[in-house]
């Protein structure tokens, strides 16, 4: 005998028009997210030959339009942990995108510029 909580099996729906996603439909968050998976699908496919990540376009198109920017001041514009944007800059650099010059107040601090084959990127 089975318990009257307990609920009958359904069939699987056919497509995804027919699952219900409850409360899900109306969520904002969940809907935001499915809007980034769809605009992050697109994004790789456009800059796969370029081999961009969307974090790397973010980080390159803020130093584009804000040349001699701290990476302090971009980990802070960008909410990027400034251990991680070191390691994105690190990359950038190999890859002779950005580069990193002493600023001429602090020893200490590096300003960021595009190279020329950064902004030629940018560009595209």
């Known amino acids: 005998m089975s318990s009257p909580r307990r609920k009958e099996k359904q069939a699987a729906p056919e497509t995804a028009a ?22 992050f699908q697109r994004f790789f496919e456009l800059f796969a030959k370029e081999e961009v990540r969307p974090a790397q376009y973010s980080v390159l198109t803020v130093i584009e339009h804000n040349p001699g920017l701290s990476q ?33 107040n602090d020893r200490r601090s590096r300003a960021l510029f595009l190279t020329p084959r950064g902004k030629e990127l940018m560009s595209r």
């Open 72 to 104: 302090t001041q971009l980990a802070d514009a960008l909410g990027i942990k400034k251990t991680n944007l070191v390691a994105m800059i690190d990359e950038l650099e190999e890859r002779s995108l950005a580069r990193r010059m002493p600023t001429e």
């Open 18 to 39: 027919a699952i219900d996603f409850g409360p899900l439909e109306d969520s904002v968050g969940y809907l935001l997210r499915r809007a980034q998976i769809v605009v």
